[in-house]
């Protein structure tokens, strides 16, 4: 394949890949900005939802491409995940310092993901 070809190719996968990614954006700035309390797990579980399915959608178009990001996202959103159901189980501050500090380890692996996310579409 010559190189405008190969260029077509990408900007095709990048195009196909934008309402993903912007919607995946969304959700990793709401969750960035997400305030740990029992009156915002309605939120942090639908931005988490989005954020899963976000991430499989995108292992389906961009193949290798995000990888290694993909990766980072779902193990944050399995940490989560796992301190979040402590939680419902039996509320006590210490289930809740551990969704705080997934939260912030989301936050952590989110901030540069979401920049990377801005370039590719950045009309969104």
């Known amino acids: 394949m010559d190189g ?12 196909a890949a934008c309402p993903h990614l912007t919607s995946l954006r969304a959700s990793l700035i709401s969750i960035t900005r997400l305030q740990v309390s029992p009156a915002a797990i309605s ?3 639908a931005d988490l939802g989005n954020i899963e399915r976000q991430t499989a959608s995108l292992k389906d178009v961009g193949g290798s491409a995000g990888a290694r990001e993909a990766g980072e ?15 419902v189980g039996g509320p006590t501050p210490a289930h809740l310092a551990a969704v705080q500090s997934a ?6 692996t989110a901030q540069p ?10 009309g969104s």
Do not use: N, W
């Open 4 to 15: 405008s070809a190969a260029g077509s190719t990408t900007a095709a996968a990048s195009s």
């Open 43 to 45: 939120q942090m579980g």
């Open 73 to 87: 996202l779902t193990a944050a959103l399995r940490k989560i995940t796992l301190a979040a159901q402590a939680e």
């Open 103 to 108: 939260l912030t380890g989301m936050k952590d």
């Open 113 to 122: 993901i979401i920049g990377q996310l801005k370039a590719v579409c950045p």
